[in-house]
């Protein structure tokens, strides 16, 4: 963590590259934790978190990437989705009517060409983030249909965690195998050898976000970013400066002395 924190200092003061972490999963999988474990070491400042749920009425009026798209990172910053334009390829294929709610035109609305189309979509996205210093890292975090159902029930049994729980989780189970079809053309269609996608397995909490911990640390290292070098008129304000506080130092001691 440590070594991360550090990391992220580099990124912040060198300015050039951005880091964008997109998180997608059943529910239960673990999401929230994970951001929470591996975004715990570096400085919060640093970090812009958006969760991404059923898309506003404003929101509908719009392309699929426009919500995301205006919340992606600016340079120095790690930025963090928690789930993102993805599910417009997952959740928007398994319930078709949430496609037909967006306005679309229904001459674009072929069941294999609107697919295809929205992946191209976002792999350009990517490519062109890519070559605009955005490093993208996607985690699906990979959870089995038990360990929902166990996690599920341990909502159940503790009045703390009501909260996360829903009766459409229940129901979303329902779709499990279609979910699996989604995610297989998804990640198949969209992990490039620029932003690639980590299918993690998260039955073990522990074990997923010690390896999120690891591809993050691995990516930022391989940025090869150092801090920022002055220039000479640089080093003469910076030497000015030091001269100055020195100087007002010196007057402090004096004056200490007299009224000593």
Request: aromatic share 10%.
């Amino acid at each position: 963590m440590a070594e991360l924190s550090v990391l992220q200092s580099l990124l912040y003061a060198e300015n050039h590259y951005s880091v964008l972490l997109i998180f997608q999963a059943m529910d239960a999988a673990g999401k929230d934790g994970a951001i929470k474990h591996v975004m715990s070491g570096v400085n919060p400042q640093g970090c812009q978190v958006y969760s991404f749920k059923h898309p506003s009425a404003d929101e509908l009026q719009h392309d699929f990437l426009w919500r995301t798209t205006r919340n992606l990172p600016e340079r120095g910053k790690i930025g963090i989705f928690n789930r993102s334009y993805y599910e417009e390829v997952l959740i928007a294929r398994v319930h078709p009517e949430i496609l037909h709610g967006e306005q679309i035109p229904e001459d674009l609305l072929g069941k294999k060409t609107v697919w295809e189309g929205r992946y191209r979509s976002i792999v350009d996205l990517e490519n062109h983030l890519h070559r605009n210093g955005t490093r993208i890292i996607k985690f699906f975090l990979h959870l089995s249909k038990e360990e929902q159902r166990k996690r599920f029930l341990d909502r159940l049994e503790k009045p703390e965690k009501y909260w996360k729980f829903s009766l459409g989780d229940i129901q979303e189970r329902e779709y499990w195998k279609d979910y699996r079809k989604a995610y297989e053309a998804c990640l198949s269609a969209t992990s490039t050898q620029t932003s690639p996608w980590y299918v993690v397995p998260a039955d073990n909490k522990k074990d997923s976000r010690l390896i999120i911990s690891q591809i993050l640390h691995t990516t930022l290292k391989e940025l090869k970013m150092s801090y920022p070098r002055p220039d000479k008129e640089r080093r003469k304000e910076l030497e000015a400066a030091r001269k100055l506080l020195m100087e007002q130092g010196k007057m402090k001691e004096e004056e200490d002395a007299v009224e000593g």
